[in-house]
């Protein structure tokens, strides 16, 4: 029976977005300098970026920003005076000089099938990108969460201890001037 090769660790640069819960923590713990409960999660997303090779470090700038004009309202803007332009420019207002012969069917085959279909996959990307910040933010907040109540929860044990401390002290203090206040009253 031939043996087996032992499965090689998944590569952090996988062609699928997803990633678990597991592996993000292990991503965490790889990429985190300090060894602390407070991860910087900038310093973790910038090492993460190093890590990926120059073309996809652009790939993902190139995906981010585009979206980042695409989704403002001053693109919005811009598509509507675009579509009004070329519709006034096509309507036969202008002396039936438009260059088209069925109105509006180059405009929504550019609008419609070129732009959709280089929008959506860019767009896609982009939202992967964010996801992975957000699960990696998530982890640290997770971590900086966790360690802020386990030093709550050992603060309240102190003050208990405490607390504990100085009511014993109180009524050792009660018990002695009880004990010598009926020593007084004799005398």
């Known amino acids: 029976m031939p043996r ?12 699928h977005p997803y990633r678990n819960p597991g592996e993000i923590r292990q991503i965490v713990d790889r990429l985190q300098r300090e060894v602390s409960p407070i991860v910087h999660t900038q310093e973790i997303l910038e090492d993460l970026r190093k890590e990926r090779r120059a073309v996809g470090r652009f790939n993902g700038w190139l995906a981010d920003h585009i979206v980042g004009v695409a989704g403002t309202m001053g693109f919005f803007y811009f598509l509507c005076v675009l579509m009004g332009s070329w519709a006034f420019w096509q309507s036969g207002l202008m002396s039936n000089k438009g260059f088209d012969p069925f109105p509006f069917s180059f405009l929504f085959f550019i609008l419609g099938g070129i732009m959709q279909s280089l929008f959506v996959p860019t767009m896609l990307t982009a939202s992967n990108r964010a996801t992975l910040r957000d ?9 900086a969460w966790s360690h802020l109540y386990d030093v709550n929860d050992e603060q309240l044990q102190i003050l208990r201890q405490l607390a504990d401390a100085l009511l014993k002290e109180r009524r050792a203090k009660q018990d002695t001037t009880e004990a010598e206040a009926p020593s007084s009253v004799k005398q």
């Not at 990696?136 to 907040?141: G, R």
Request: glycine fraction near 0%.
């Open 4 to 15: 087996s090769r032992p499965h090689a660790p998944r590569s952090t640069h996988s062609l």
């Open 135 to 143: 699960k990696i933010k998530d982890e640290a907040d997770h971590r």
